[in-house]
């Protein structure tokens, strides 16, 4: 997969594709089946499959201080577009010149002049432009005017829910991963390098690798049973563990973070990219009246969760 962000610098050869547009947070049912169409539509053509998304997504460039919302971050996005099989991520950067830009120079600007689009593919409560003032039905005028397709797809229900990045985050909040994963099309994952800690955990016997959850959407703080893809290194691969989500309230610790331990691991990660799926909530967070205690408990929570596991 290729990836560009900028639209002013591409070769001729890369011109052409059909290209979804949207934020794609969370990369769920709803977007894959947005992504498919697309490159049914890609395949017809003859075309290189193309997402078109935005960095920082745009409601942190308009309310840079609201709580954080987003499902994943830019590195996990694109690793899970990859997977999709998808030619070309685009992934441009929303600014103070890309809010400015009016519907019609959103539409000639960026995917006429910059992506040469053969093909749109849109949900159909898309917005864009200044003020989001150009709506799906204005796209397909746009690109009768300027001589490349458009397709609206509507929105997809799962059940009684309507399948959103909303409906995933309640899910998430309320320490429903399994809900989540099941409009997701995948495990929730949590995404980012292995950061020092306090090594509280080495010293109780469970090492942890901890990532940061800085700009993302809080799942409910818990133990969690989960699954670690380690990205890259000598340790690659995907292994089955324990992760504590939160505050660590017994050490008055006040940053969130996820603390994950690896099941039958040795190894030094610090600084490697990693990927915690999140896959059964087991408990919420507590203090203990002692540490011999909060030991005991963490075995516990591990045995089940290496139960819940193995039957994956």
């Known amino acids: 997969?290729?990836?560009?962000?900028?639209?002013?610098?591409?070769?001729?050869?890369?011109?052409?594709?059909?290209?979804?547009?949207?934020?794609?947070?969370?990369?769920?049912?709803?977007?894959?089946?947005?992504?498919?169409?697309?490159?049914?539509?890609?395949?017809?053509?003859?075309?290189?499959?193309?997402?078109?998304?935005?960095?920082?997504?745009?409601?942190?460039?308009?309310?840079?201080?609201?709580?954080?919302?987003?499902?994943?971050?830019?590195?996990?996005?694109?690793?899970?577009?990859?997977?999709?099989?998808?030619?070309?991520?685009?992934?441009?950067?929303?600014?103070?010149?890309?809010?400015?830009?009016?519907?019609?120079?959103?539409?000639?600007?960026?995917?006429?002049?910059?992506?040469?689009?053969?093909?749109?593919?849109?949900?159909?409560?898309?917005?864009?432009?200044?003020?989001?003032?150009?709506?799906?039905?204005?796209?397909?005028?746009?690109?009768?005017?300027?001589?490349?397709?458009?397709?609206?797809?509507?929105?997809?229900?799962?059940?009684?829910?309507?399948?959103?990045s909303t409906a995933i985050r309640n899910a998430l909040a309320d320490g429903r991963p399994k809900d989540a994963a099941a409009m997701l099309g995948h495990w929730h994952r949590l995404e980012g390098p292995v950061i020092k800690g306090d090594q509280r955990g080495r010293h109780l016997g469970f090492p942890t690798a901890n990532i940061s959850l800085e700009g993302l959407h809080k799942p409910r703080y818990g133990v969690y049973a989960v699954l670690v893809d380690i990205l890259e290194g000598p340790h690659k691969g995907t292994y089955h563990g324990a992760a504590s989500i939160g505050v660590k309230p017994m050490f008055g610790a006040d940053r969130p973070n996820c603390e994950s331990f690896l099941f039958d691991f040795d190894g030094d990660i610090y600084g490697t990219p990693v990927s915690v799926g999140l896959i059964s909530y087991l408990r919420d967070e507590q203090t203990f009246d002692s540490v011999d205690a909060l030991v005991e408990q963490m075995g516990k929570d591990c045995a089940r969760a290496r139960s819940i596991l193995s039957a994956l």
Request: glycine residues 10%.
């Open 1 to 164: 997969m290729k990836t560009y962000t900028t639209w002013t610098t591409h070769p001729e050869s890369d011109r052409g594709a059909v290209v979804a547009i949207g934020n794609f947070d969370g990369v769920h049912l709803g977007h894959q089946t947005v992504i498919e169409i697309t490159r049914a539509e890609a395949t017809r053509r003859k075309a290189p499959l193309g997402i078109l998304t935005f960095e920082p997504h745009p409601r942190e460039f308009f309310a840079p201080d609201a709580p954080a919302f987003r499902l994943m971050n830019a590195s996990a996005k694109e690793h899970r577009l990859a997977k999709l099989g998808i030619d070309q991520l685009f992934q441009f950067p929303f600014d103070a010149q890309m809010a400015a830009l009016s519907p019609e120079a959103f539409v000639r600007e960026v995917l006429v002049d910059g992506l040469g689009v053969s093909h749109v593919v849109v949900g159909a409560d898309f917005c864009f432009g200044k003020a989001r003032a150009g709506s799906a039905e204005d796209l397909k005028s746009f690109g009768q005017k300027f001589g490349f397709g458009v397709t609206l797809v509507p929105l997809l229900a799962g059940g009684s829910v309507t399948v959103s």
